[in-house]
Protein backbone atom coordinates (compact mmCIF):
# COMPACT_ATOMS: atom_id res chain seq x y z
CA UNK A 1 0.00 0.00 0.00
CA UNK A 2 0.96 3.67 -0.52
CA UNK A 3 1.40 5.33 2.56
CA UNK A 4 0.08 8.64 3.05
CA UNK A 5 2.86 11.73 3.42
CA UNK A 6 2.03 15.42 3.82
CA UNK A 7 4.42 17.83 2.19
CA UNK A 8 6.28 19.35 4.94
CA UNK A 9 8.05 16.35 6.76
CA UNK A 10 8.12 19.11 9.91
CA UNK A 11 4.00 18.75 10.15
CA UNK A 12 2.34 17.12 12.49
CA UNK A 13 1.06 13.95 10.64
CA UNK A 14 1.29 10.05 11.53
CA UNK A 15 4.45 9.62 8.79
CA UNK A 16 6.44 12.33 9.83
CA UNK A 17 5.58 10.94 13.56
CA UNK A 18 7.00 7.72 12.63
CA UNK A 19 9.61 8.54 10.36
CA UNK A 20 11.13 11.54 13.30
CA UNK A 21 10.51 8.33 16.07
CA UNK A 22 12.64 6.27 13.69
CA UNK A 23 15.03 9.08 13.65
CA UNK A 24 15.48 9.69 17.14
CA UNK A 25 15.45 6.31 17.87
CA UNK A 26 18.89 5.11 15.93
CA UNK A 27 19.04 7.98 12.87
CA UNK A 28 22.58 9.53 12.14
CA UNK A 29 22.35 13.47 11.98
CA UNK A 30 24.89 15.67 10.32
CA UNK A 31 24.49 19.28 9.76
CA UNK A 32 23.08 19.22 6.09
CA UNK A 33 22.15 15.42 5.78
CA UNK A 34 20.68 12.70 8.19
CA UNK A 35 20.13 8.46 8.05
CA UNK A 36 18.06 5.96 8.89
CA UNK A 37 18.91 2.47 9.40
CA UNK A 38 16.81 -1.01 9.63
CA UNK A 39 17.24 -4.50 8.87
CA UNK A 40 13.38 -4.25 7.85
CA UNK A 41 13.41 -3.85 3.88
CA UNK A 42 9.71 -3.32 4.02
CA UNK A 43 9.97 -0.63 6.73
CA UNK A 44 13.26 0.71 4.65
CA UNK A 45 10.70 1.46 1.66
CA UNK A 46 8.20 3.01 3.97
CA UNK A 47 10.97 4.83 5.12
CA UNK A 48 11.96 6.11 1.26
CA UNK A 49 8.64 7.01 0.52
CA UNK A 50 7.91 9.38 3.36
CA UNK A 51 11.10 11.14 2.64
CA UNK A 52 11.30 10.48 -0.92
CA UNK A 53 14.95 9.14 -1.03
CA UNK A 54 16.50 6.05 -2.38
CA UNK A 55 17.56 2.86 -0.52
CA UNK A 56 21.65 1.55 0.35
CA UNK A 57 21.38 -2.51 1.06
CA UNK A 58 24.66 -3.36 3.42
CA UNK A 59 25.63 -6.66 5.53
CA UNK A 60 27.21 -5.51 8.87
CA UNK A 61 27.88 -7.01 11.71
CA UNK A 62 27.63 -5.57 15.51
CA UNK A 63 27.41 -6.29 19.01
CA UNK A 64 24.08 -6.98 20.87
CA UNK A 65 23.27 -3.97 23.14
CA UNK A 66 22.76 -5.98 26.26
CA UNK A 67 26.13 -8.49 25.69
CA UNK A 68 29.18 -7.09 23.74
CA UNK A 69 30.26 -10.65 23.56
CA UNK A 70 27.94 -11.48 21.20
CA UNK A 71 27.72 -10.22 17.38
CA UNK A 72 24.97 -10.83 14.86
CA UNK A 73 25.49 -10.40 10.78
CA UNK A 74 22.33 -8.95 8.82
CA UNK A 75 20.77 -7.16 6.49
CA UNK A 76 20.91 -3.48 6.56
CA UNK A 77 19.20 -1.17 4.70
CA UNK A 78 19.84 3.22 5.11
CA UNK A 79 17.69 6.08 3.70
CA UNK A 80 19.41 9.31 3.27
CA UNK A 81 17.95 12.90 3.36
CA UNK A 82 20.37 15.75 2.56
CA UNK A 83 17.59 18.31 1.61
CA UNK A 84 18.06 21.89 2.17
CA UNK A 85 14.13 22.69 1.85
CA UNK A 86 14.47 20.30 5.25
CA UNK A 87 17.45 21.33 7.00
CA UNK A 88 17.14 25.12 6.01
CA UNK A 89 19.27 28.07 6.81
CA UNK A 90 20.37 26.87 10.68
CA UNK A 91 21.15 22.86 9.51
CA UNK A 92 19.78 20.49 11.75
CA UNK A 93 19.50 22.59 14.83
CA UNK A 94 15.92 23.43 13.93
CA UNK A 95 14.70 19.41 13.26
CA UNK A 96 12.63 17.84 15.61
CA UNK A 97 15.80 15.50 16.39
CA UNK A 98 18.84 17.60 15.44
CA UNK A 99 21.76 15.17 17.01
CA UNK A 100 22.62 17.49 20.15
CA UNK A 101 20.21 15.96 22.29
CA UNK A 102 17.62 17.96 21.83
CA UNK A 103 14.12 16.52 20.79
CA UNK A 104 11.27 18.92 19.64
CA UNK A 105 7.89 16.17 19.50
CA UNK A 106 5.23 18.60 20.29
CA UNK A 107 4.07 18.99 16.37
CA UNK A 108 3.09 15.15 17.12
CA UNK A 109 1.14 15.22 20.01
CA UNK A 110 -2.14 13.92 18.37
CA UNK A 111 0.31 11.18 16.52
CA UNK A 112 1.71 9.84 19.85
CA UNK A 113 1.22 5.95 18.99
CA UNK A 114 3.12 6.36 15.70
CA UNK A 115 5.88 8.43 17.18
CA UNK A 116 6.15 5.68 19.47
CA UNK A 117 6.19 2.81 17.52
CA UNK A 118 8.78 4.45 15.33
CA UNK A 119 11.09 4.91 18.11
CA UNK A 120 10.50 1.13 19.41
CA UNK A 121 11.50 -0.35 15.79
CA UNK A 122 14.44 1.99 16.29
CA UNK A 123 15.86 1.57 19.93
CA UNK A 124 13.43 -0.77 21.19
CA UNK A 125 13.18 -4.44 20.99
CA UNK A 126 10.04 -7.12 21.36
CA UNK A 127 10.75 -10.91 22.66
CA UNK A 128 9.18 -13.44 24.76
CA UNK A 129 10.27 -14.00 28.75
CA UNK A 130 10.18 -17.64 28.72
CA UNK A 131 10.72 -17.21 32.52
CA UNK A 132 7.69 -15.04 33.29
CA UNK A 133 5.75 -15.82 30.57
CA UNK A 134 5.08 -12.65 29.31
CA UNK A 135 5.48 -10.20 26.55
CA UNK A 136 8.91 -8.01 26.58
CA UNK A 137 9.49 -4.63 25.70
CA UNK A 138 12.51 -2.98 26.21
CA UNK A 139 14.23 0.30 24.99
CA UNK A 140 17.87 0.82 24.85
CA UNK A 141 19.38 4.34 23.86
CA UNK A 142 23.39 6.18 24.33
CA UNK A 143 21.13 9.46 25.27
CA UNK A 144 19.48 8.62 29.20
CA UNK A 145 17.52 11.81 28.19
CA UNK A 146 15.87 10.44 24.89
CA UNK A 147 14.61 7.34 27.26
CA UNK A 148 13.51 9.64 29.97
CA UNK A 149 11.29 11.42 26.99
CA UNK A 150 10.08 7.93 25.60
CA UNK A 151 8.90 7.34 29.49
CA UNK A 152 7.36 10.73 29.72
CA UNK A 153 5.41 9.67 26.05
CA UNK A 154 4.39 6.00 27.16
CA UNK A 155 2.74 8.10 30.87
CA UNK A 156 1.05 10.23 28.46
CA UNK A 157 -0.39 6.73 26.44
CA UNK A 158 -4.18 6.07 27.01
CA UNK A 159 -3.08 2.40 27.70
CA UNK A 160 -1.36 2.16 31.13
CA UNK A 161 2.37 1.31 31.25
CA UNK A 162 4.40 1.42 34.06
CA UNK A 163 8.09 0.72 33.46
CA UNK A 164 11.16 -0.14 35.08
CA UNK A 165 13.90 3.06 36.00
CA UNK A 166 16.83 3.64 33.94
CA UNK A 167 19.90 0.92 33.60
CA UNK A 168 23.17 0.92 32.54
CA UNK A 169 24.16 -1.50 29.78
CA UNK A 170 27.17 -3.20 29.20
CA UNK A 171 28.01 -0.78 26.22
CA UNK A 172 27.74 1.86 28.22
CA UNK A 173 24.03 2.73 27.13
CA UNK A 174 20.56 2.95 29.19
CA UNK A 175 17.67 0.96 29.08
CA UNK A 176 14.35 0.24 30.51
CA UNK A 177 11.68 -2.46 30.16
CA UNK A 178 7.76 -1.48 30.06
CA UNK A 179 6.52 -4.00 33.36
CA UNK A 180 6.02 -7.63 32.06
CA UNK A 181 2.15 -7.51 33.33
CA UNK A 182 1.24 -4.88 30.94
CA UNK A 183 4.22 -5.00 27.73
CA UNK A 184 1.12 -6.87 25.96
CA UNK A 185 -1.32 -4.52 26.23
CA UNK A 186 0.79 -1.84 25.34
CA UNK A 187 2.48 -3.57 22.61
CA UNK A 188 -1.25 -4.27 20.84
CA UNK A 189 -1.71 -0.72 21.34
CA UNK A 190 1.16 0.17 19.14
CA UNK A 191 0.54 -2.19 16.41
CA UNK A 192 -3.19 -2.75 16.54
CA UNK A 193 -4.57 -0.66 13.12
CA UNK A 194 -1.06 -0.66 11.33
CA UNK A 195 -2.84 -2.26 8.32
CA UNK A 196 -4.74 0.84 7.50
CA UNK A 197 -1.52 2.92 7.54
CA UNK A 198 1.64 0.98 6.51
CA UNK A 199 3.79 3.11 9.19
CA UNK A 200 5.35 0.09 10.87
CA UNK A 201 8.08 -2.91 10.29
CA UNK A 202 6.47 -6.35 9.61
CA UNK A 203 8.98 -8.27 10.89
CA UNK A 204 9.13 -6.14 14.42
CA UNK A 205 4.97 -7.20 14.24
CA UNK A 206 5.64 -10.80 13.03
CA UNK A 207 7.66 -10.39 16.52
CA UNK A 208 5.25 -9.58 18.58
CA UNK A 209 2.19 -12.06 17.67
CA UNK A 210 4.70 -14.71 17.94
CA UNK A 211 5.34 -13.21 21.86
CA UNK A 212 1.64 -13.32 21.70
CA UNK A 213 0.90 -16.33 21.01
CA UNK A 214 3.63 -17.62 23.31
CA UNK A 215 2.09 -15.78 26.16
CA UNK A 216 0.44 -17.30 29.12
CA UNK A 217 -3.36 -15.95 29.36
CA UNK A 218 -3.18 -13.21 26.53
CA UNK A 219 -6.31 -12.58 24.61
CA UNK A 220 -5.68 -10.51 21.34
CA UNK A 221 -7.31 -10.16 17.79
CA UNK A 222 -5.45 -11.47 15.38
CA UNK A 223 -7.10 -9.78 12.51
CA UNK A 224 -5.58 -6.87 13.67
CA UNK A 225 -2.24 -8.00 12.72
CA UNK A 226 -3.14 -9.48 9.98
CA UNK A 227 -2.84 -8.19 6.06
Not at 69 to 75: N, S, V
Not at 194 to 210: H, I, M, N, W, Y
Request: hydrophobic share 35%.
Amino acid sequence: MRVAVPDDLLAGHPSTAYFWGRVAGNGEIENDRLTVTTNDEAAAETISEIVGSEIDHDRKTRDYAHNTDITKTEDEYTVEVTSDDLFGMSGALGLPVDGRGNYRFSAFADHRRDLLRGILEGCGTICFKSSSGTVGISFVHDDAELLELIQQLIDDCPVAAPYDDLSETSSGGYWFGVDDDVAADFGIWLYEETEDTGLFAPSRRRKLVQSLDQATDVDFDRSQFEA
